[in-house]
């Protein structure tokens, strides 16, 4: 396939593996984000960001249980689906893969649905596309 022509799902197929609801870091959740899942769990904002965040400085972070999982991530399914965060939503095509492209190989180290053999320059300019068309 010549890489002047690669699309988004060239580069990523999502196995459903849940490898990207565990790890390092964990996922930030915006306001909106913080709304959209306290109505999905019918639970309060504040209810919500004190039993199922950690905070990382003053920016609320998915909570992650004992074996690194997201806490929303059981029985190999993430339970809030519909209205994951934008920071998950996002995955791969992400803005630290513009900053530096082996942030792409390290992801896809542990996600088999990533493809790496593709030139850095190319991975760039599909997730610089994927992002602008995001808006």
Excluded at 14 to 36: F, N, P
Excluded at 77 to 92: D, G, N, Q, R
């Amino acid at each position: 396939m010549p890489f002047r022509s690669i699309m988004p799902s060239d580069l990523f197929k999502c196995k459903q593996c849940g490898e990207c609801c565990r790890g390092y870091g964990g996922a930030y959740v915006l306001s909106e984000d913080i709304t959209a899942i306290s109505e999905y769990l019918k639970v309060d904002e504040n209810t919500f960001v004190e039993r199922y965040c950690r905070m990382s400085g003053n920016r609320p972070l998915l909570a992650q249980v004992e074996n690194g999982f997201c806490v929303f991530f059981k029985e190999d399914l993430c339970t809030i689906h519909p209205v994951k965060p934008k920071m998950c939503k996002a995955w791969p095509f992400i803005e630290a893969v513009l900053k530096d492209a082996a942030n792409w190989h390290i992801m896809a180290g542990f996600c088999s649905g990533m493809r790496s053999n593709v030139p850095d320059n190319i991975i760039q300019k599909v997730v610089s596309k994927v992002i602008s068309d995001r808006g």
